[in-house]
């Protein structure tokens, strides 16, 4: 039987949540790959934690699972694939690439069954936590995939970066419940941000209001972990970017209409950062907050 931990693990993308996944898999044992389209955040990283510049994709065919950590699934295919739908580089037959990414899930399935015709196999575990979790290894991981062998490969990489994995289903299964997740919540946060600018301007304050929704039925994990800190406290460094947190929703919003019914807070929640996003651009998503507060 090959021995697959082994191999090296490559690692695709290095940014504010990349960096410590990749680094957390370092620390499991294995030897880690690592690339980013920017040389020199590649060189950086490798450096930090431990890891192996690999500054062209090439360098990743030995490596049995590469994991991606990308903003888009359109980024993910473009990454591994040509116009024409054809591997980039001559990995090897089997390899498991691992879609951490918040991606698409029709985009995903697409992906997959690209890299499949050309012998390889892909995995979609997308992350849940922010970027605390993310250096902790803490992070939750919604794992979909159509070969067992392939998830058997991807889960003792993955398990070095988590503290939960659930499996959810078939290829691309990972990637909607995803953006599901984020649209609650982003409906959470909207509406928790609505309550305070409401309350503000009635009188309330702000620090008394996320204490009273963290004793009562308006608690959630916004409540607890972004209003106060990042919203009342000012801090406005949750470490998720609205761009992507507005993403993850109209992914959502898509794939309600591909179900065939309507969505009308999903379409709302969309609505809301859009605006936001349009006024802010690639800011923390909680500055959302002093946008809606302005209005």
């Known amino acids: 039987m090959t021995d697959h931990t082994a191999h ?14 990749a680094a957390n898999i370092v620390r499991s044992g294995r030897r880690v790959l690592v690339h980013d389209v920017d040389a020199e955040v590649t060189a950086r990283v490798a450096a930090d934690i431990g890891a192996v510049p ?9 490596c049995s699972v590469v994991v991606l950590m990308l903003p888009t699934s359109a980024v993910v295919r473009s990454a591994l694939l040509d116009e024409g739908g054809r591997p980039r580089v001559a990995f090897e037959g089997g390899t498991v690439f691992v879609d951490m990414s918040s991606s698409d899930p029709t985009e995903t399935v697409e992906t997959g069954g690209l890299l499949r015709e050309a012998g390889l196999r892909m995995v979609d575990a997308p992350v849940s936590g922010a970027r605390e979790r993310a250096i902790a290894g803490t992070l939750s991981i919604m794992l979909g995939t159509d070969d067992e062998s392939a998830a058997d490969l ?13 499996r959810t289903g078939k290829l691309g299964t990972g990637h909607a419940m995803k953006a599901l997740n984020n649209f609650v919540a982003a409906a959470a946060f909207t509406a928790a941000a609505e309550a305070l600018v409401a ?28 209003m106060g800190p990042h919203i009342v406290e000012g801090a406005y460094a949750s470490g998720f970017a609205l761009p992507l947190f507005t993403k ?7 794939l309600q209409r591909a179900m065939g019914h309507t969505s009308p807070v999903c379409d709302a929640v969309a ?20 946008f809606w507060s302005t209005r």
């Open 8 to 21: 090296p693990v490559g690692f695709i993308g290095l940014g504010v949540m990349g960096a410590p996944m």
């Open 54 to 62: 690999a500054v062209e994709l090439s360098e990743l065919t030995e």
């Open 154 to 166: 991807a889960v003792p990489v993955i398990e070095a970066m988590s503290s939960a994995i659930f």
């Open 199 to 226: 309350g503000g301007r009635f009188g309330l304050v702000p620090a008394v209001m996320v204490d009273v929704l963290n004793a009562s039925t308006g608690q959630s994990f916004v409540t607890q972990h972004v």
């Open 248 to 254: 993850d929703v109209r992914i959502a919003e898509r």
């Open 271 to 290: 609505a809301t950062m859009g605006d936001a996003l349009e006024a802010l651009g690639p800011v923390d998503h909680t500055r959302a907050h002093e």
